[in-house]
Each structure stands twice: as C-alpha cells, then as structure tokens.
C-alpha cells in the first residue's frame, strides 16, 4: 500500500514499503519496536536489518523538483530524475543534549576530574565521607545504645557516613548539579541518531 510513489535516493528504483506478513510472529507493537524503516529497496545494500536492504523512514523523504529540469515540462537526463522530480532522504536531526552541555561545562568550569582524583585518593588512603547527625539521628543512635548520646559526644564526636552521596562519580554529579539520569537519557539518543545514520 502506497500512497506516495517514492523511488530509492540511491539508486532511484521504486521503494517497497515495509509491511508485516501474516506469518509473522511478532506482534504489532513488537513488528514496530524491530522495524528498520517504512520503506525499504532491494537494490540497495544497509547495515540496519537482516535483510541487508536499505530501509527508509517516511518523514525524511521528500519528493522535490528535480533542480535542473524544474519539474516542468520535458524531463531532463539526470540520473535520478524521475519525471522532473528527485526523491531525497533527510539527514536525522542531531539529538538535544542539554544535559549534557551542562556536563562538560561543570567539567570544564569546576575540574571536576581533578576533584574525582581526590576523592579517589581520600578512599584509597581510607578517609570516607562523613557528617554530623541530625538531632532525630543522635536520638535514634543514641537509643539504640541505650545511652544519652550527648553525654557520650562530650567525649568523642559522632558522625555518620555520608550516605546519599553514593560513588565518587555520584557526588561529583551532584556537585555539578548534573542530572545522571538525563545525561544517560541523552546518550542513548545520540547512540540512536549514530545507528539512524547508518545506511
Ligand atoms: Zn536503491
Ligand atoms: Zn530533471
């Protein structure tokens, strides 16, 4: 089922769309998540299916007048003019990654690398991360012990490790105030746009 007739940008034979067979497996939303394309040509060789067919998305063909001939009157010559026009496949566009932007400006502005091998060393010669406890903290420590904690940090002081920091790598996200969540979000989609760009 063709609505458009597109031809392949390549080799400007017609493009087949991608249907699923009644055979298949799959179901519809599966068929969808696996698909390389809309369209797809035999004729030509790509990377992205197992067919080994070059597969296209819909939103980035465009029938366009051919430049030369200007799709008006007799057609010209050129080798992927078709009847005065040409089809062309759009390059992706490349991802937002504001996230990420953000990222390599905190590392660039705050040397965060630098401040990552410190912390490094710190662990490797055993000095961990602490702070003082919040009254609730000292109430609850203080009760498991059975003892009034006030008296007792008279005598020695009492920190907790500093959980919520996490790894190195966790803290020097949060002293970035860096999303790692959305900077991982943002290379996934520039590892998509690589894979779209494949032929
Ligand atoms: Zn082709
Ligand atoms: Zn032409």
Not at 51 to 61: I, P, S
Not at 89 to 108: C, F, G, H, N, V
């Amino acid at each position: 089922m063709t609505t458009k007739k597109y031809h392949c940008p390549e080799c400007v034979e017609p493009l087949k769309s991608v249907h699923q067979s009644s055979s298949s497996m799959l179901n519809s939303e599966q068929f969808d998540a696996g698909r390389a394309g809309d369209y797809y040509c035999d004729k030509c060789k790509g990377t992205r299916a197992a067919t080994g067919f070059r597969y296209f998305w819909e939103d980035r063909l465009r029938i366009q007048d051919c430049s030369k001939c200007g799709g008006a009157g007799d057609p010209c010559d050129g080798p992927k003019c078709i009847d005065g026009t040409v089809t062309v496949y759009l390059s992706p566009p490349y991802p937002k990654t504001p996230e990420l932007d953000k990222l390599k400006e905190a590392k660039e502005r705050l040397d965060t690398e630098a401040v990552g091998q410190f912390l490094d060393w710190l662990g490797e010669e055993g000095v961990s991360l602490c702070r003082a406890p919040s009254d609730e903290e000292r109430k609850e420590i203080g009760d498991s012990f059975g003892i009034s904690l006030k008296s007792l940090e008279e005598i020695i002081p009492i920190f907790v490790p500093a959980q919520g920091f996490g790894s190195v790598e966790s803290l020097l996200y949060r002293y970035a105030e860096v999303d790692r969540k959305k900077v991982d979000a943002e290379k996934d989609s520039i590892l998509k746009f690589t894979r779209e760009c494949q032929p």
